[in-house]
């Protein structure tokens, strides 16, 4: 209809080209707009100003002759004021696009190894903007954002850099384990040792203090009944102390069965050792 009284309607965020008798004329904005077509005009054809994504997917190698896939994504668009160019210049805009994108990652990831890849993705994103905006603005394109999305190695690559972090962290994991051992190991040793010098004075002052209380029994005893030699006193101590032991023993509720000689020789030999073990513990204190 809008052919029939000769006028065009141009949508937002278009543009149309306007033709004479085959031959460029004029860009038409958005709106409505009288082509006479009597008069050989006529519309070639619509541009979109709008921003368009293409996603480009490239194959290539690494320095360290690892193959890795390369998702770009291209943002781009049309400019207005060079839509001629853009129309007329380029057939097929997303091909051209994705040949250059091809040509400058397959440039710049071959000098690259699969870890600077990863790290340097930014880099190679400038790279391919830059070449890409020198090259599509002379068809009247501008290049908007250019971003590589992703990185994909071999299958049996990723499986294998899986398995070397993984044994990283568990050698990691071990050297952690191992150091926490050795701390409590150490800090046990400690205490044990501390435990045992603690025992060993405690023993040692209760020794101490037996002999210091039987000397200071014999002395007493000696003084206060005339006539006894520390001799006979010691032997009464010790004969008195023994059995003391044999009353615990038998007392004891966990006691089992114990082999001991007993007789007045048995305890007169007992009493010699044990006068014996504390003369010596005496003299050695001293």
Request: hydrophobic share 40%; aromatic share 6%.
């Amino acid at each position: 209809m809008g052919n029939l009284f000769c006028c065009v309607q141009v949508d937002q965020s278009t543009v149309a080209i306007k033709e004479t008798f085959g031959k460029f004329e004029d860009v038409l904005e958005p709106g409505c707009h009288f082509l006479p077509w009597c008069l050989g005009s006529q519309v070639a054809g619509y541009l979109s100003l709008r921003v368009q994504q293409l996603d480009v997917r490239c194959e290539t190698k690494t320095k360290d002759n690892v193959f890795v896939n390369v998702v770009a994504s291209i943002q781009y668009r049309a400019l207005a004021n060079k839509a001629n160019d853009a129309f007329y210049k380029l057939s097929n805009t997303r091909s051209q696009i994705q040949a250059y994108v091809f040509d400058v990652i397959r440039a710049s990831v071959p000098k690259l190894l699969l870890d600077d890849v990863f790290e340097q993705k930014n880099d190679i994103a400038k790279a391919v903007e830059e070449e890409l905006e020198k090259a599509m603005s002379a068809y009247g394109y501008e290049i908007v954002q250019t971003l590589i999305v992703d990185i994909e190695p071999d299958e049996h690559v990723k499986r294998a850099m899986n398995e070397i972090n993984a044994a990283a962290r568990m050698r990691l994991a071990a050297n952690e384990k191992a150091e926490a051992e050795k701390i409590l190991q150490i800090k046990r040793a400690e205490g044990e040792a501390e435990s045992k010098y603690l025992s060993g004075m405690g023993i040692a002052r209760q020794r101490q203090a037996i002999v210091d209380g039987l000397r200071d029994s014999v002395l007493g005893f000696a003084v206060n009944v005339p006539g006894t030699t520390a001799k006979d006193v010691m032997d009464m101590v010790l004969v008195t102390q023994y059995f003391d032991t044999m009353k615990e023993i038998g007392a004891s509720s966990k006691s089992s069965a114990v082999f001991i000689p007993h007789g007045p020789g048995a305890v007169r030999d007992v009493a010699a050792q044990i006068r014996d073990g504390l003369l010596q513990g005496s003299s050695t204190n001293m």
